[in-house]
């Protein structure tokens, strides 16, 4: 069994951010990650400050290179449990059976993204295939953009996406916008395809959508609000609390409702970006090491206080 202060499940943008700055805190810390990020299928990340254009592999890369270079240990594993033994300790064990324990904990393990259920989607998801046009919408600029409907958002979501292109047609279930709705779109000349989506067509690379009716809509890119569900499970076993979506409950900093346990990233936050998983990774750093140094005092005067 081996012993660390910090230990860190998820090592993408927002666990190994916390790393680094544990790192460089002379804390004993283990990053444990699966190699399987979110992002794996984009090309390039954007918006992020000296990194923009970088592909998302490279981020990670450098990232471990950092923390490691400082002490910090990156551990390539599936964790199957965590289980508290107590106010300062935390027991991680493997899918290997091999087991760790820690004083604080740091989760990083992300969210899923679910698709609507049409086919063709999935095979095109993060190419021409996005869900953010902050990240993605300026290199389809100009061109036939799709935003495919049936959520409560769609339609701000499309107005937002209007400002990458004057291109832009919503596709929505028949009779589900709104007098209002309907109007708003139509001010700024955002097209209106009623109907269920059947198949989304590919001709080397997206080129349409096929809907049920027959009609063939020709689209070059698509941009697809998924439902974001979290990656809680460990969370859960620790008896974190969640709201009713499953998300963790947290303070500004990260720490949940189980005193040692943090959050960061997209498990908390399914708005946040590649840059603001980095910054919230490392903030929640920021106060592991304060908490820590909290314990640590508590124990160093009852040891003072004992002769020791």
Not at 289 to 301: G, M, T
Request: aromatic content about 4%; charged content about 20%; some cysteine.
């Amino acid at each position: 069994m081996s012993n660390y202060e910090v230990i860190i499940v998820g090592g993408g943008p927002a666990g190994l951010a916390a790393a680094l700055v544990l790192s460089r805190a002379r804390r004993r810390v283990l990053v444990m990650d699966t190699g399987e990020p979110r992002n794996a299928p984009a090309a390039h990340l954007h918006g992020f400050l000296s990194r923009d254009g970088m592909p998302p592999g490279e981020l990670l890369a450098t990232g471990r290179n950092e923390v490691e270079a400082y002490g910090g240990e990156i551990l390539n594993a599936t964790v199957s449990d965590l289980v508290q033994c107590g106010k300062s300790s935390f027991s991680v064990l493997l899918a290997d059976g091999r087991r760790m324990t820690a004083r604080r904990l740091l989760i990083a393990t992300g969210l899923i993204d679910e698709l609507p259920d049409i086919p063709g989607l999935q095979d095109r998801w993060a190419r021409d295939v996005l869900h953010c046009p902050y990240c993605h919408g300026y290199e389809v600029r100009d061109q036939a953009l799709g935003v495919i409907g049936g959520s409560p958002d769609a339609v701000r979501y499309a107005q937002i996406v209007r400002q990458w292109s004057d291109d832009v047609v919503l596709f929505t279930p028949t009779d589900s916008l709104s007098i209002d709705q309907r109007s708003q779109l139509v001010a700024r000349s955002i097209g209106i395809v009623e109907g269920t989506p059947e198949r989304v067509l590919v001709e080397n690379h997206l080129s349409g959508v096929r809907m049920e009716d027959g009609r063939v809509i020709p689209r070059t890119a698509l941009f697809v609000p998924p439902r974001f569900v979290p990656n809680n499970h460990l969370l859960l076993r620790l008896g974190c609390e969640t709201d009713g979506d499953g998300w963790p409950v947290k303070d500004s900093q990260g720490l949940t409702s189980v005193p040692g346990v943090w959050v960061a990233g997209n498990v908390a936050n399914p708005r946040a970006q590649v840059i603001t998983a980095a910054g919230e990774g490392s903030a929640s750093a920021i106060a592991i090491n304060a908490d820590l140094v909290a314990e640590d005092i508590r124990i160093a005067v009852d040891a003072f206080a004992l002769g020791h």
